[in-house]
């Protein structure tokens, strides 16, 4: 990783939805100081970096430009949004077959680029295309991040926070597993504010509880909703790309959940799947094993299994 450059510079891998919410993200909090939109279509990311330019008089200085693979070599951070999209009446791990291959492409270019930076994947299924780009890269593994249920984890915030009438800044529950339809809510370790979740529970019990699961079923579905409406999700995942990139350049060594390698945590190995981890500017310093209950240890190892007979045709 190159620290002693005095610039942060991140290079953004597609300029379609997410790729381009992204970059918007980043010059709207003025998050880097130098970003490169690459993309298979040049004009359009030439497009998206002329339209972001002039959005400069109103931030943050920023060079921004399109560019090729060669620009990855002195990056800090590579972000790859590109890939196909989930569908109408698909799920993420439809695309593991059409994504895998366009993966070996990109991550084979970026390396032979001399690039030596940071991996954040975005692109669907997350948890298997951050394990392809560690595979295919040869980077440590604690310098290839996924997204992993960073956005699942906000989505279950805010509706929380709405349910309760509270700022859901202030509310703190975590999705962990695959991000996808294997997913978990780890209600056992919730708090609002400092206190513990199950405080909330003192009058009707169970109607807390069915609302909460309703809640998280919600959460777990909600990319199908918005897909049948809008046909495609991109702000919120931009907004947490966009704090993940934050964790990294500013070495805050904050706790997100994202997917990471696991190699002996939660009983797992060999395998990328979405946990709580510190992340900093080496990428992930620490895996943040929580004392799960036996019903989400459960869970969390049947996402696991789900995951590993997914991607065992690809990398037996």
Same mark, same amino acid.
């Given at each position: 990783?190159?620290?002693?450059?005095?610039?942060?510079k991140v290079a953004i891998i597609g300029t379609g939805f997410v790729g381009s919410s992204y970059a918007f993200?980043?010059?709207?909090?003025?998050?880097?100081?130098?970003?490169?939109?690459?993309?298979?279509?040049?004009?359009?990311?030439?497009?998206?970096?002329?339209?972001?330019?002039?959005?400069?008089?109103?931030?943050?200085?920023?060079?921004?430009?399109?560019?090729?693979?060669?620009?990855?070599?002195?990056?800090?951070?590579?972000?790859?949004?590109? +890939?196909?999209?989930?569908?109408?009446?698909?799920?993420?791990?439809?695309?593991?077959?059409?994504?895998?291959?366009?993966?070996?492409?990109?991550?084979?270019?970026?390396?032979?680029?001399?690039?030596?930076?940071?991996?954040?994947?975005?692109?669907?299924?997350?948890?298997?295309?951050?394990?392809?780009?560690?595979?295919?890269? =040869?980077?440590?593994?604690?310098?290839?991040? =996924?997204?992993?249920?960073?956005?699942?984890?906000?989505?279950?915030?805010?509706?929380?926070?709405?349910?309760?009438?509270?700022?859901?800044?202030?509310?703190?529950?975590?999705?962990?597993?695959e991000h996808g339809d294997t997913e978990l809510p780890v209600w056992s370790h919730g708090t609002i504010g400092?206190?513990?979740?199950?405080s909330y529970f003192k009058k009707d019990n169970d109607k807390i509880k069915k609302d909460l699961e309703d809640?998280?079923?919600?959460?777990?579905?909600? &990319?199908?909703?918005?897909?049948?409406?809008?046909?495609?999700?991109?702000? =919120?995942? &931009?907004? +947490?790309?966009?704090?993940?990139?934050?964790?990294?350049?500013?070495?805050?060594?904050?706790?997100?959940?994202?997917?990471?390698?696991?190699?002996?945590?939660? +009983?797992?190995?060999?395998?990328?799947?979405?946990?709580? &981890?510190?992340?900093?500017?080496?990428?992930?310093?620490?895996?943040?094993?929580?004392?799960?209950?036996?019903?989400?240890?459960?869970?969390?190892?049947?996402?696991?299994?789900?995951?590993?007979?997914?991607?065992?045709?690809?990398?037996?």
């Amino acid at each position: 990783m190159n620290n002693e450059r005095n610039t942060s510079k991140v290079a953004i891998i597609g300029t379609g939805f997410v790729g381009s919410s992204y970059a918007f993200s980043l010059l709207n909090q003025g998050i880097a100081n130098e970003m490169v939109l690459i993309d298979i279509n040049k004009e359009k990311a030439e497009g998206e970096a002329r339209d972001l330019n002039h959005g400069l008089p109103f931030s943050s200085p920023m060079k921004i430009w399109a560019g090729s693979y060669e620009d990855c070599k002195d990056a800090d951070l590579v972000v790859i949004t590109a +890939g196909a999209n989930q569908a109408p009446g698909e799920t993420r791990l439809d695309l593991i077959a059409k994504n895998i291959k366009i993966f070996k492409i990109i991550v084979d270019e970026i390396m032979k680029s001399g690039f030596n930076g940071i991996f954040l994947i975005a692109t669907n299924p997350v948890d298997i295309l951050s394990y392809a780009t560690w595979k295919f890269s =040869g980077l440590p593994m604690e310098r290839v991040i =996924g997204s992993g249920t960073i956005l699942d984890t906000a989505r279950l915030r805010y509706l929380l926070g709405e349910y309760f009438e509270l700022d859901s800044r202030n509310v703190h529950v975590y999705i962990i597993g695959e991000h996808g339809d294997t997913e978990l809510p780890v209600w056992s370790h919730g708090t609002i504010g400092s206190q513990p979740l199950q405080s909330y529970f003192k009058k009707d019990n169970d109607k807390i509880k069915k609302d909460l699961e309703d809640i998280f079923v919600n959460v777990r579905d909600a &990319a199908y909703h918005i897909i049948n409406r809008k046909g495609a999700t991109y702000y =919120g995942i &931009a907004m +947490g790309l966009a704090r993940l990139t934050k964790a990294i350049l500013r070495n805050e060594n904050s706790i997100l959940t994202v997917s990471a390698l696991l190699e002996g945590k939660y +009983g797992l190995d060999d395998l990328y799947i979405g946990v709580p &981890a510190i992340v900093n500017r080496n990428g992930i310093r620490e895996i943040v094993e929580l004392d799960l209950t036996e019903e989400e240890m459960k869970k969390l190892h049947h996402s696991a299994n789900v995951l590993k007979t997914a991607i065992k045709p690809y990398f037996d």
